[in-house]
T-cell receptor, first 114, second 114 residues
Framework: DQQVKQNSPSLSVQEGRISILNCDYTNSMFDYFLWYKKYPAEGPTFLISISSIKDKNEDGRFTVFLNKSAKHLSLHIVPSQPGDSAVYFCAASAVGGGADGLTFGKGTHLIIQP | DTGVSQNPRHKITKRGQNVTFRCDPISEHNRLYWYRQTLGQGPEFLTYFQNEAQLEKSRLLSDRFSAERPKGSFSTLEIQRTEQGDSAMYLC????????????FGPGTRLTVT
């Protein structure tokens, strides 16, 4: 059973607009959430993270929002740039973190249209 | 290059053969993780080391799989008697002791079993 779900396999956004990627989770023990970006033939690259004690974390063009009651998080990219075209993975870590590894969603392929 | 490195990048083997992959983590990272990624899926956790100690194994890690990290530096993942279902991307990641949530991934080894 998927504990981390990314229900949109792909998303197309025009350059300069906002990209919003969504992620849902089912495990209440998750206390840390991360977004990774992956280009073809490369390993995932860490992008941004958020602890469960926060509801927002911002880093430049990237903002992650966490809604614990809904078990939902989202990644906002503003403004979207052509180099943002990649597969984005949502990942989560349980209490005690790290020891069990990260649990990943299936990914969302973001395509930025010129 | 001070990132995580993995060798080989590609491996083609016949069913029944043994294969071994190597991972060199970022030098100051004491935690090392192995993941497997198949097409259309996110990375799935296999096992985790803190220094030379293997602390966690996923149920995905069958008896044919063994991982070592003999001196707490590089790690090897061996698959014995490979099966076609073992075809996947094998990813290695490492993290700092104080921030195990944020894992830094290598480029992966793509295994094809024919």
């Amino acid at each position: 059973d998927q504990q981390v779900k990314q229900n949109s396999p792909s998303l197309s956004v025009q350059e300069g607009r906002i990209s919003i990627l969504n992620c849902d989770y089912t495990n209440s023990m998750f206390d840390y959430f991360l977004w990774y970006k992956k280009y073809p033939a490369e390993g995932p690259t860490f992008l941004i993270s958020i602890s469960s004690i926060k509801d927002k974390n911002e880093d430049g063009r990237f903002t992650v929002f966490l809604n614990k009651s809904a078990k939902h998080l989202s990644l906002h990219i503003v403004p979207s740039q052509p180099g943002d075209s990649a597969v984005y993975f949502c990942a989560a870590s349980a209490v005690g973190g790290g020891a069990d590894g990260l649990t990943f969603g299936k990914g969302t392929h973001l395509i930025i249209q010129p | 290059d001070t990132g995580v490195s993995q060798n080989p990048r590609h491996k083609i083997t016949k069913r029944g053969q043994n294969v071994t992959f190597r991972c060199d983590p970022i030098s100051e990272h004491n935690r090392l993780y192995w993941y497997r990624q198949t097409l259309g899926q996110g990375p799935e956790f296999l096992t985790y080391f803190q220094n030379e100690a293997q602390l966690e194994k996923s149920r995905l890690l069958s008896d044919r799989f063994s991982a070592e990290r003999p001196k707490g530096s590089f790690s090897t993942l061996e698959i014995q008697r490979t099966e076609q279902g073992d075809s996947a991307m094998y990813l290695c990641a490492s993290s700092l002791p104080g921030n195990s949530h944020e894992q830094y991934f290598g480029p992966g080894t793509r295994l094809t079993v024919t």
